[in-house]
Every structure is written in C-alpha cells, then in structure tokens.
C-alpha cells in the first residue's frame, strides 16, 4: 500500500483509567510485512470479576476493526467507521483481541464497501465468512495474546500475497493532505488531486465509510489527542485555535462528540 498511511497518522484510542487496576489494555505492532495495512493488534482483559458492569468507551479514529472473545471465538464481529464515540457494556469478566486496520486498509484487502459498515459492528460472518470461520477455527481460547497475534500476522500476509489490490493514486494523495493538513481544510477547494465533488465523496465513501469532510474532522480530533494537551496547555496554547476552532466552545462541543466526555475530563 502507498506508504502514507502509518507515516502521517496514528489513531489513538484511550488508554484503560489508571484508577482501574483490574482491566489491562494492551496493543502490539504488527509484523513490518503489514504495517501499512495493520496499525496494532489489542487485547482488552478483566484480570478479575469486576464489581460492576464495565462500559469500554471507544473514541472516534477513522479506522475499522475485526474483533472476538477469546474465550469464544466464534463471536467474531467488524466494526466500521464511527462518526462519534461509542460505549459498550461489555460486562464484569471480558477477554476481548481486535486487529485495528488502518484507514482504507479494509476496503483495499477485501473489497468490502466501507460505508456498509459505517456506524455500527456486526457480526463478521457476514462480512467475511472466511475469515470468520477461520478465527472459530484456528484461534482457541487457552493460546496467548502474542501467539494469537502471531497467527493473524500469518493469516494477513497470506491475503496481502493472494490479491491483486488496487491503488487509486488520487484518492490516497487525498489522504495524505488530509493528514499532512492535520484535517484542517476545506476539502471541496484544497483537494486538487483531479477528482470531482461527487467522485470525492463516493471513493470516500466506499475506502472511508463517510465523506472526505467528516473524515478531516475525525483526523483534526486525532491530531489533539496526539499532542497529549493537558488542560493548562489547552487554555494557554490554544491549540484548538490551530487547526480551526474559532472559539473554545465549539472545540470543546467537537472534542466531546468524538470522546464522549470535555477535554478537561479527557485530559484530566
């Protein structure tokens, strides 16, 4: 894949509260082979019975993910585009591994229409049985996280190897000034890469899950995360003001759709 992807963007999702001691959040790095496909591999674990339910908040990052329990691998699901955060509640006892596909990888691999997924996880039989099945399959409750990350790193590079894939140059040029950019532009005049309005929004649509607009916005949101504000800064700096935020009520209006929560809890 045109290697823009990994180099100009990071898609950050929250890390587990330092005030839960009972729930580890960890990622790792996929094989050199598919980093520009694949931007980690994560596992989301209860090391106890928690007293309460958990609801695992998942921020908006432009990216689509496959995701199982691996205790029962056969509940196997995709997840596509988010428009704004969402929270699950995902009980008092979870083992959850994922494979978090960088933005366009997925549709690039499989063929599948982004914007079929937009919004909401279903079930991966659906989408993909083959890879579907072959998580039931292949992936047993009792192997580790590292051996089960090493198996998906496998199954990958064999799809990479098995396609023909094909790029569209435009549609990644746009890509990578939307990420150059930081989101920040008008993407109806600043993208001259020689497409029309209505093939922008339709290649986006399909690589993406959603238009060229609402996808700058998610990587404007992403950006700030990655700078790791805290809450003095925010007020001193004014980062918002940057990457085109006119007034802190606006920003903070944004960032919460995206997070769920004000960046002053965000940052906290």
Same mark, same amino acid.
């Given at each position: 894949m045109y290697p823009v992807i990994r180099k100009y963007y990071k898609p950050i999702q929250p890390s587990v509260s330092d005030t839960d001691n009972d729930i580890n959040y960890q990622e790792i790095q996929p094989s050199k082979d598919i980093e520009n /496909? @694949?931007?980690? $591999?994560? =596992?989301?674990? %209860? &090391? =106890?019975?928690?007293?309460k339910d958990y609801n695992y908040r998942v921020v908006s990052d432009g990216c689509i993910d496959i995701f199982f329990d691996h205790k029962q691998p056969a509940e196997n699901f995709v997840m596509g585009f988010c428009r704004k955060f969402v929270q699950f509640p995902i009980g008092k006892e979870f083992d959850y591994i994922g494979v978090r596909f960088l933005p366009s990888a997925f549709p690039h691999l499989f063929g599948v229409d982004a914007k079929t997924l937009s919004n909401q996880s279903q079930e991966l039989y659906k989408v993909l049985p083959d890879f579907s099945n072959w998580i039931t399959s292949e992936i047993k409750p009792m192997d580790s996280f590292e051996n089960i990350t090493r198996r998906l790193n496998e199954r990958i590079i064999g799809i990479i190897n098995f396609q023909d894939i094909h790029y569209d140059h435009? $549609?990644?040029d746009s890509l990578k000034q939307i990420f150059q950019r930081h989101g920040y532009l008008d993407t109806e005049k600043d993208l001259n890469t020689g497409l029309s309005s209505r093939q922008l929004r339709r290649i986006f649509n399909f690589y993406i899950g959603t238009t060229a607009k609402s996808f700058s916005n998610v990587v404007r $949101? =992403?950006? @700030?995360?990655?700078?790791?504000? %805290? @809450? =003095? %800064?925010?007020?001193?700096?004014k980062l918002y003001f940057d990457v085109? /935020?006119?007034? &802190?009520?606006?920003? @903070?209006?944004? /960032?919460k759709t995206f997070y769920g929560v004000t960046p002053s809890e965000a940052f906290r």
């Open positions: /496909f @694949i931007y980690c $591999f994560w =596992q989301l674990k %209860s &090391q =106890q019975p928690l007293l435009r $549609f990644l $949101f =992403q950006h @700030i995360l990655n700078a790791k504000p %805290s @809450i =003095q %800064s925010l007020k001193e700096n085109g /935020f006119f007034d &802190q009520a606006h920003f @903070i209006k944004n /960032f």
